[in-house]
């Protein structure tokens, strides 16, 4: 059971010390994001490396190694975002009154660059891999993934907790986009999928005689 507890200490740690990491460096002065991202991007290019180096070994060693391959290149994403590099075409406050499909297209809008680079980056990782035994990084990358879009769509749609104060203040106007109230309909079933596959994992893992990875 230890083996299992070190992996969820070791994903629980890097997950928090990398997000710990780019909260920091977004809240340094914008003269700095230049070697922030220079420095993140070639993280994410050795990360890129380890992937196809990773994709045919199957030891616990290698699953942390691609776990953390795919936290790179996440983290490249999340920083490429939050630093105002990869953003959208829209980066203005929501029009008043706008509601409807209109409201959730303009919301759309000062996102969608970054969203079409996320699926090129999902892409990249799934052609790194290609059919290799070793599919951790694309995993965990993918799951990311998932949990962002949950997550924005659950911000935009409503709910009780914002955590506006977190954004950059070249990023203020996407608060404008977002609902403070109750938990909307997709709030439950969101949160759902996430714990079942969870679960679906844990299960895996814990199984009488599964593989060490």
Not at 60 to 75: C, N, R, S, T
Not at 190 to 198: E, G, K, Q
Request: aromatic content about 12%.
């Amino acid at each position: 059971m230890h083996e299992h507890a070190l992996a969820v200490a070791a994903a629980i740690l890097l997950w928090w010390a990398s997000t710990g990491a780019i909260i920091y460096l977004d809240g340094l002065h914008r003269r700095t994001f230049r070697w922030s991202m220079a420095a993140a991007t070639l993280v994410a290019l050795v990360a890129l490396g380890s992937v196809t180096v990773l994709r045919d070994t199957t030891t616990p060693a290698a699953a942390y190694g691609a776990f953390a391959a795919g936290l790179a290149a996440w983290g490249w994403q999340t920083m490429s975002f939050y630093m105002g590099y990869i953003t959208g075409p829209r980066k203005t406050p929501c029009p008043p009154g706008l509601a409807g499909w209109p409201r959730f297209l303009a919301a759309a809008s000062t996102n969608v660059s970054h969203e079409a680079a996320i699926a090129a980056g999902a892409l990249l990782i799934a052609t790194l891999a290609g059919d290799g035994v070793n599919q951790v990084a694309l995993w965990t990358y993918l799951v990311l993934w998932w949990m962002h879009l949950s997550g924005k769509l659950n911000v935009y749609l409503g709910v009780p907790n914002l955590s506006e104060e977190y954004f950059p203040p070249h990023l203020a106007y996407l608060a404008s986009y977002w609902t403070r109230r109750p938990p909307s309909g997709f709030f439950l079933p969101s949160v759902s999928v996430a714990t079942l596959l969870a679960a679906m994992l844990w299960a895996a893992a814990a199984t009488h005689g599964a593989a060490p990875a």
